[in-house]
């Protein structure tokens, strides 16, 4: 093999991203961590063709980088190795938060290209152990290329979410890929923590319905991923919740107030608006 993918970070989403990509137009998939066990882990399961704790040697070898550290372990290790990745390199990500990672990737010098990425799947689990081989069939890969970003990198960046199985490449901005996540994503696991940080939480555990065990399902998070992703899109996150509760504040008023005209036709609509999305949903599934 002529050509290197190099995947720094071999937890749930690296150690699946590299076991995605073996195979990829004839490159070596090549696993970087700073754990034994983990590459030991790898090195035995075939989760990459090479396994190496030397990060320096893979990226001055590799074509395309694979940054799947936690947000803040990306910004210290573009940080720290600038100088090593090789020229003419592609380098992308994979983390929930762009405009921190865009940013944090202006250290690199001009021959190196960096695309910000989002592939936009996942389970509450963390580890190589509990990687999967068909992580992100089906899954949404988000993009955020700029003017600089080169055609033939984004291609070969879509080429590469097509070969993991993604059903889609989305192209964004930094910002509004924040926006979407703060809202589709963040919100919902700030609402399972906060749902289990009722103190009643175990004196009704038992008597919890499919309503509930979904809703609060994401809530035993990976806490210094989620602190980390949580501070760094804090502006975007904040907006959102915002929002939240003055939606949550109008249900809690109308039933202050005793009004079932007014929580009918708040229900009426809230309902109306799932009903509508879920058709849209069906439309994009319907061949043609």
């Known amino acids: 093999m002529s050509k290197s993918i190099a995947i720094i970070g071999l937890g749930l989403i690296g150690g699946s991203m590299a076991m995605a990509l073996q195979g990829f137009e004839d490159h070596e998939v090549v696993g970087v961590d700073v754990s034994q066990p983990t590459l030991r882990f790898a ?15 893979a990226l001055r070898q590799a074509d395309i980088v694979f940054l799947c550290l936690h947000p803040q372990g990306i910004v210290d ?3 720290e190795h600038r100088d090593h990745f090789r020229p003419g390199a592609l380098v992308t990500d994979v983390c929930g938060v762009k405009t921190a990672i865009v940013e944090a990737a202006q250290v690199l010098p001009p021959e190196v290209e960096f695309i910000g990425g989002h592939p ?16 992100f069939r089906d899954a949404h890969y988000i993009i955020v290329p700029d003017e600089n970003s080169s ?50 939480l175990f004196e009704f555990m038992g008597f919890e319905g499919d309503s509930f065990r979904g809703c609060t399902r994401v809530a035993a998070l990976d806490v210094p991923l989620w602190t980390q992703l949580f501070s760094l899109n ?17 249900y809690r008023s109308a039933l202050r107030c005793a009004d079932r005209s007014v929580l009918a036709q708040k229900l009426e609509y809230s309902s109306a608006r799932k009903r509508a999305m879920n058709r849209e949903e069906e439309k994009r599934k319907r061949p043609g």
């Open 43 to 57: 090195a035995e399961n075939h989760v990459a063709d090479r396994v190496t704790s030397d990060a320096e040697q």
């Open 77 to 79: 290790f573009l940080a």
């Open 120 to 135: 936009m799947a996942g389970t509450e689990f963390s580890g190589v152990q509990n990687a999967l081989r068909h992580m």
């Open 151 to 200: 055609p033939e990198k984004v291609a070969l960046l879509e080429r590469m979410a097509a070969y993991i199985g993604c059903s889609d490449v989305v192209r964004t901005t930094p910002r509004q890929h924040d926006a979407i996540i703060a809202y589709t994503s963040q919100m919902m696991h700030i609402i399972a923590v906060s749902v289990c940080d009722d103190p009643q």
């Open 234 to 250: 804090a502006d975007a996150l904040d907006q959102a919740l915002e929002r939240l509760e003055q939606n949550i504040g109008a």
